[in-house]
């Protein structure tokens, strides 16, 4: 810079500060059911403020962290943008999206609103319109009988209702019903006969190319990277898998669980679905911050975000499933839930991807203020 160059400058006023500015829009943005990727909350603020207002975010984000009233769900997650180094990559202009994994999102969701105008649809919704509402404290008693009970009726009206009989030595579960003691129902899985909606016989099912590695690289991956711990065991036939906490397991951050009874390119597509839904921050983050804090969406925006990275990843290796028809039902009058993220979508989807692929070497424990390996 030259002497005239300096003399110029000096003369320029300071730019402002727009920390405040920008708190207030980084607040409104999260006062809805939206936590996006550091990318799009960086875009939220640059459209707000125009790209100078870039340069504060970091302040005015750690700012907010310790600012009193804060939501716990609002100050996990932006611990988790900073702390992951997430909010660092955006300001370097780093982790852009795969086009390709976002051209195919909006394919998902084009050939979902398209499904929820089919007769299969429509077979579906009349399927369950005929369930009877149960009080919620009836409900509360049948998922303690059976975590893994979507369906469930007394017999009278699986017989009349749907034409299904109990199998024999069907196991009931117990609910109060008014002026009397009991009542006795029973899980779909318990039942046999009548037709089920196209959906629900081939639900959770993938078909195609299929490479056994996929599974049990990925599994092993899920282990030794992220400490994720991957259980085969039986569940419900409308339950194909679950993620949750792993707890009394110190070495595990978190537990998935995936119905034993499918098969191996079903098992890798629940998988995937589970593993998105930990990835994506759906449970939280962890102690080291591998992956973001969301824990502030809509079901609908959290099932629609799982089940597009499932779709992503099945899709680049060969295999297709029923992923159209899930994600239809969680797009009410067809519109896409608020809070759903293509980036992070692309971006889990990318990570499931490799971790089929190939063995990934162990993370480093992260150190305070830095980002993870």
Not at 253 to 278: N, T, Y
Request: aromatic share 8%; hydrophobic share 40%; net charge neutral.
């Amino acid at each position: 810079m030259t002497a005239p160059d300096i003399q110029l400058d000096l003369l320029l006023p300071p730019a402002p500060d727009l920390g405040k500015q920008v708190r207030e829009i980084v607040l409104a943005i999260l006062s809805k059911p939206v936590q996006p990727s550091a990318r799009e909350l960086l875009a939220g603020i640059e459209s707000a403020l125009g790209v100078k207002a870039r340069w504060d975010a970091r302040k005015a984000i750690e700012a907010l962290l310790t600012e009193p009233g804060i939501s716990r769900s609002i100050r996990a997650y932006l611990g988790s943008v900073l702390e992951s180094g997430d909010l660092d990559d955006a300001l370097r202009g780093e982790g852009a999206p795969d086009t390709e994994f976002v051209s195919s999102i909006d394919s998902l969701l084009q050939q979902s609103r398209d499904y929820r105008d089919s007769e299969k649809f429509r077979e579906m919704i009349q399927f369950m319109g005929k369930f009877r509402e149960y009080a919620p404290f009836n409900n509360m008693l049948v998922r303690l009988q059976n975590p893994a009970c979507s369906f469930f009726a007394t017999e009278t009206i699986w017989r009349k209702k749907f034409r299904r009989t109990l199998k024999e030595d069907a196991r009931p579960m117990l609910i109060l019903q008014p002026m009397r003691p009991v009542m006795l129902v029973y899980d779909l899985d318990q039942t046999e006969g009548g037709p089920l909606p196209e959906e629900l016989d081939r639900f959770a099912s993938f078909e195609g190319h299929w490479n056994e590695s996929w599974l049990s690289t990925t599994v092993e991956n899920a282990a030794q990277r992220d400490r994720i711990r991957v259980d085969f065991k039986t569940l419900s036939s409308t339950l194909a898998g679950f993620a949750t906490f792993a707890h009394g397991d110190a070495h595990s951050k978190r537990r998935i669980a995936i119905h034993d009874q499918l098969d191996g390119p079903s098992r890798f597509g629940v998988l995937c679905h589970e593993l998105a839904h930990i990835y994506l921050g759906h449970l939280g983050s962890d102690s080291d911050h591998w992956w973001l804090s969301r824990c502030n969406l809509g079901r609908n925006a959290i099932e629609v975000e799982a089940e597009a990275v499932a779709f992503l990843v099945t899709l680049h290796l060969g295999l297709q499933g029923s992923s159209s028809a899930y994600v239809s039902r969680h797009m009410r009058d067809g519109k896409v839930p608020e809070g759903v993220s293509r980036e992070l979508i692309a971006k889990v989807a990318g990570r499931i991807g490799q971790m089929a692929r190939e063995k990934m070497p162990r993370r480093v424990r992260r150190v305070t203020g830095r980002k993870a390996a």
